[in-house]
């Protein structure tokens, strides 16, 4: 079918395709922007974009994994001071967010407190009492 041919319809998607592709692109660097230029659909472009970003489905699988374990076995280190821990605890959880991941602001404030090394008990002590971490 060509150009002429097409319906109404067919102009209005084949208009909406071409703004889709032109919003995406503008949001691309040059190095991902390389990566799908050649797709010709919006949809292709987002399907490539979504596997350059997450990886495969068994990739997410694996990513989301690892991700629960280290924020399962998340401690502040004796070294390290509140601020720091707290950044990498929350990119942690933004990761696991990003991938649909939910976990509950009680179990946030739980997991975080617990994660306070031993020389912070009296601290935690006081915490847990002050304040229903429910």
């Not at 076995?73 to 605890?89: A, G, L, R, T, V």
């Not at 942690?92 to 031993?118: A, C, R």
Request: glycine fraction near 4%.
């Amino acid at each position: 079918m060509t150009k002429s041919e097409w319906s109404a319809t067919n102009h209005k998607k084949m208009e909406l395709n071409c703004k889709a592709l032109y919003i995406i692109f503008c949001a691309l660097g040059p190095d991902v922007y390389a990566k799908v230029s050649s797709y010709e659909s919006a949809k292709e472009v987002w399907d490539k974009l979504e596997v350059i970003r997450e990886g495969t489905n068994d990739v997410k699988e694996t990513k989301i994994g690892l991700l629960n374990l280290e924020y399962e076995n998340f401690k502040m280190n004796s070294n390290e001071d509140i601020k720091s821990m707290f950044n990498q605890f929350s990119t942690i959880v933004n990761q696991l967010k990003g991938f649909g991941e939910e976990i509950s602001e009680d179990k946030l404030v739980q997991k975080l407190i617990y994660s306070l090394p031993e020389s912070w008990d009296s601290k935690k002590t006081t915490i847990i009492e002050a304040k229903d971490l429910k």
